[in-house]
């Protein structure tokens, strides 16, 4: 399973980015995560393998959206709204095939990507 994120950049605050994760497999339940500098990896947003469920961390509620389109075997997080404190590197991860439940921690997704990075400038 390959994943390769991309989309990352610098970006004004209160700017807009789209990250896109293309898989080599399909129908997977797919995430994104983050790390800042110093921090510890962290869950930011998932998505079942048919869109159904879809679920975020609680500060990004409301500024990031996660999509996927299977046919392109593509996953997409629109972040919104962006903030100096979002700068990271964001990774997509894939759990397992037609996940249907809410997966949050990093032991749950078998396989990662090599990440993209997000710079918020203030």
């Known amino acids: 399973v390959q994943l390769q994120a991309s989309g990352g950049g610098l970006v004004q605050a209160g700017g807009s980015l789209r990250l896109s994760c293309a898989a080599s497999?399909?129908?997977?339940?797919m995430g994104w995560f983050r790390q800042g500098p110093g921090k510890e990896r962290e869950f930011v947003s998932g998505i079942s393998w048919s869109g159904g469920n879809i679920y975020y961390a609680d500060s990004m509620k409301g500024r990031f959206a996660i999509s996927r389109d299977n046919a392109k075997n593509t996953v997409y997080l629109q972040m919104n709204s962006l903030k100096p404190e979002d700068t990271a590197v964001y990774y997509c991860?894939?759990?397992?095939?037609?996940?249907?439940?809410?997966?949050?921690?990093?032991?749950?997704?078998?396989?990662w990507g090599q990440g993209t990075q997000v710079t918020v400038s203030s």
């Open positions: 991860a894939a759990s397992r095939p037609y996940e249907t439940r809410k997966r949050t921690m990093l032991d749950e997704y078998a396989y």
């Open positions: 497999v399909r129908n997977y339940g």
